[in-house]
């Protein structure tokens, strides 16, 4: 260690030191700030670097939108007039998070033009604050209402406004900002807005709720969280207490009386917090306030948080959980649904929900040094954060299901990662929590030192009366070898914790009740001090400990071993009933159709696999690469019968979709009978036999519209569909036809419209029936149209009696645009 390195170490050590003098309480155990942390992992690092050259970048266009947002308050507190802004709740904060990333990025590397581009920004934000602090452009430009659900005033709607939440993600990106590079422009910006709301809410202002304090928690948590990061930066007591009072509040001051997103579950309101049991509710806002009781527990010594948090996360791991780490399975809602309600291909699995799973994990860890929270986060890291953005940086899922068939469009309307969100939370949740993962790596007290997260990295920590570097080498996640090196300045005696993860222990994946392995390990964990082999057991708190007096250049080797595993789930999970899924490491594994030879859902194990011999190999691709392994595994074929000696190629889950649109599966039958030849056929039920089309898009399938499956808008976001994409302004036919000659009652059509896509109603449409070999025209009953209403289906008549073996659909499209059917129904007279 040269001497100002020593220097700074020294320093460090001294501020820590001062900062628990003048904190009271705290959590036991400090991570390093993820400045302090030098990430080199060949797995970490270049996610890194491809989020600072492209994923911010490109997030930065996408979010410009909020720019002109703020940009429209700003010239309006001028006197300037503003023309045609649109009212949005939480454009703005979709930008911060997009800033909070970038500023974290910059401990890569000063990036001057990043910084000259945050500073313009930020000048923005400042004309756009209102003189007493607040910041919410839509209200400010009078442009806000009931109808766009945030309230015809300030402060009146706070249940679904976002006010406070978008100002949550502001202070963030202010603190991110100042501790990067030392400018409080932003900050200042912040703390002006937090004694704004302190005034309105908990002292009262004249100018708000008839000067009234309004004392109602946020709607969407997460400025609760985002005041102890104020609090710890400024040192200022206002904000840790604003956040605690907010916490004290919920479910006290304020109980929705609804349903749905009006429901007092919705937001975790139905109750004060500490007497919280489930996780009920939308994920994302139970994550960020499970994350900020935390928090405000360890900072104010209120226990009663911490005992309600410990039944929450029983709940959560035991019973509401996916394999992968994601949470809240139920649409709608985006969040919680019964116990053990965990569906595979109807998943939602929110990906800011697992960011706020990996949160309040490392926030648990710290709390009770016990590492089966970590390995909770380190779970829904490595699958269902990571399964959010591609390896390429600016594609992205919002949603995150364990069985895909290649058309269904789960993710916001399409079966792939998209571009961006008209709800963008998950690409900038991305963008804040990927550059914080090197201060998740390490965390000591002033006896112990932790190795929490195993990735290539080194920091420095103060351990006793003396400094510690430590370093890591490993090319986990994809391989277990780790080698630890810890160099203190002199000679101390401290006890060293390595985590051994709960999927390394033999039993189980991940931590809970829902899911274990029926394999058997066949290689233990091993451990080694200066090449000497040492006991691995008993583990304490999921921990190896050793303990001993270190000296400059001792090595600590850990081996994990990474086999396949085979694992099922609870009894009480129906989707994984008569299904395993697969395990390496902490990957859970998923077969993609590119690897398979088409869809993924034909294969099945009708004994448990020997994957022993499970034969590995690297997938490069554009931007990446990853492991992938080979299993024996058992086929459904084309004419019906079945092949024993099949094989299967498993990807990590994080990588899949990166190679194209495809079929995909997490949970595998093992019963023959449950395993899917081909999930687009056409249902036994459909009223069809067959049905083609004078064209299909690729990304679209003709047996949507006869699979019985109807969604209540035409936008066709949420069930398959048939299209003419990539044919626009071309007329289009449809023929379905009947298993016999049928005598037709009615027939229905539920037309596909895309807003602001480009599949628009058609021009006009009309039928025709096919008798004994020739097309013959519909009559239309009288009083009868070819209607194209939306969000309905468009019913037409016979004027006569008809029988026939076929209908044939005629559209012709508007202009430059493609036509789109969600579903078609025909009605039979009496056989």
């Known amino acids: 260690m040269n001497l100002s390195a020593a220097t700074l170490y020294v320093s460090i050590l001294v501020s820590a030191l001062l900062l628990n003098v003048a904190t009271a309480a705290d959590y036991p155990l400090k991570a390093p700030s993820y400045k302090d942390v030098e990430m080199t992992s060949d797995f970490w690092r270049p996610r890194m670097i491809t ?53 974290y990025l910059l401990q890569l590397e000063r990036d001057p033009e990043l910084e000259a581009k945050m500073d313009k920004i930020i000048a923005v934000i400042g004309e756009a604050q209102e003189e007493d602090g607040y910041l919410y452009p839509s209200h400010t430009t009078g442009v806000g209402s009931e109808k766009s659900m945030m309230g015809d005033k300030p402060y009146s709607f706070v249940v679904h406004s976002h006010e406070l939440y978008n100002m ?3 202070y963030e990106a202010a603190v991110a900002y100042f501790e990067t590079t030392g400018k409080d422009e932003l900050l200042k910006i912040a703390e002006k807005n937090a004694r704004h709301i302190n005034r309105v809410f908990f002292e009262g202002d004249p100018k708000y709720n008839d000067g009234k304090p309004i004392r109602q928690a946020p709607g969407h948590q997460e400025p609760e969280l985002a005041l102890v990061k104020l609090y710890r930066v400024t040192g200022n007591d206002l904000y840790l207490d604003m956040a ?8 006290v001051t ?54 309600a948090l410990d039944r929450i996360w029983g709940d959560i791991t035991n019973t509401r959980m996916h394999i992968t780490g994601g949470l809240g399975a139920v649409h709608g809602i985006e969040g919680f649904g019964p116990q053990y309600e965990l569906p595979n291909a109807h998943a939602f699995n929110e990906t800011c929900a697992a960011v706020g799973n990996v949160f309040f994990n490392h926030r648990m860890f710290l709390l009770h040094k016990d590492a089966r929270y970590l390995d909770v986060a ?93 370093a890591q080498e490993t090319e986990y996640p994809n391989d277990g070898k780790i080698q630890v090196t ?30 274990h392995f029926v394999d058997s390990p ?46 099922r789930s609870h009894p009480a999970v129906e989707a994984n009933e008569d299904r395993i899924a697969f395990t390496r490491g902490p990957f859970v594994m998923c077969a993609e159709g590119i690897d398979n030879g088409g869809v993924t859902q034909r294969y099945f194990f009708d004994k448990t696999p020997d994957v022993g011999n499970a034969k590995a190999s690297t997938e490069n691709v554009d931007h990446g690469s990853f492991i992938q392994m080979k299993i024996p595994a058992s086929t459904l074929t084309k004419n019906g019968g079945s092949e024993s000696d099949a094989s299967l190629t498993l990807t990590p889950y994080y990588a899949w979709n990166n190679r194209g649109t495809g079929s995909m599966t997490v949970w595998f039958s093992t019963k023959e009978e449950l395993a899917i030849y081909d999930p687009l056929a056409l249902p036994m039920e459909s009223v069809f036999s067959s049905i083609e089309a004078s064209h299909t898009a690729s990304e679209d399938t003709i047996t949507a519209i006869g699979d019985g499956e109807v969604d209540e808008w035409s936008s066709g976001n949420k069930v398959l569909r048939w299209s003419s994409r990539g044919k626009p302004g071309e007329s289009q036919w449809i023929v379905g036809r009947f298993a016999k000659t049928k005598s037709i009652r009615s027939v229905a059509v539920f037309w596909m419209d895309r807003w602001q896509g480009d599949v628009k109603f058609p ?48 559209i012709t499209p508007q202009e430059a645009t493609a036509v789109g059917i969600l579903e078609v129904q025909v009605q039979f007279e009496e056989d």
């Open 51 to 103: 989020q600072r050259e492209t994923l911010v970048p490109w997030a930065f266009e996408r979010t410009s939108s909020g720019v002109e947002h703020l940009q429209a308050a700003a010239d309006s507190l001028d006197g300037k007039a503003v023309k045609d802004h649109q009212a949005h709740r939480f454009i703005d904060s979709d930008l911060y998070k997009v800033m909070e990333g970038a500023a």
């Open 168 to 170: 949550g993600h502001l």
């Open 244 to 251: 605690r009072k907010f916490l004290e509040i919920r479910g």
């Open 254 to 307: 304020f109980i929705p009386d609804g349903e749905g997103v009006m429901s007092p579950t919705y937001a975790q309101q139905h109750k004060p917090v500490t007497e919280q049991s489930e996780a009920v509710g939308h994920a994302v806002r139970a994550t960020y306030l499970y994350s900020a009781m935390t928090d405000v527990g360890a900072l104010t010594g209120k226990k009663e948080y911490a005992m």
């Open 378 to 470: 380190e779970v829904a890291l490595f699958n269902n954060v990571l399964a959010g953005v591609n390896l390429e940086g600016n594609k992205f899922f919002y949603v995150n299901p364990l069985d895909a068939d290649g058309k269904f469009p789960f993710n916001h309307g399409t079966a792939g990662r998209a571009p961006w969100f008209g709800t963008a939370c998950c690409p900038s949740n991305i963008a804040r929590l990927i550059p914080q993962v090197p201060g998740m790596t390490y965390a000591h007290d002033t006896e112990n030192l932790f190795v929490t997260l195993y990735a290539e990295s080194n920091t420095t920590v103060p351990i006793g009366e003396t400094v510690v570097a430590i």
């Open 486 to 515: 810890v160099d203190p300045v002199k000679p101390t005696a401290f006890r060293l914790h390595l985590r051994v993860p709960t999927w390394a222990q033999g039993k189980q994946f991940v931590p809970g009740e829902l899911y």
């Open 522 to 567: 066949v290689t233990p964990v091993s451990l080694a001090v200066n090449g000497e082999m040492i006991k691995t057991d008993p583990l304490e708190k999921g921990f190896l400990v050793i303990e001993r007096e270190w000296k400059k250049g001792d090595v600590v080797e850990l081996m994990l071993p990474m086999p396949i595993r085979v694992n």
């Open 763 to 810: 021009k006009e449409w009309s039928l025709e029936i096919e008798q004994d070999g020739e097309w013959k025209p519909f009559e239309l009953y009288t009083t009868d149209q070819y209607d194209t209403r939306a969000n309905q289906f468009n019913v037409v008549h016979p004027a006569a009696p008809t029988s026939c073996d076929a209908i044939r659909i005629h």
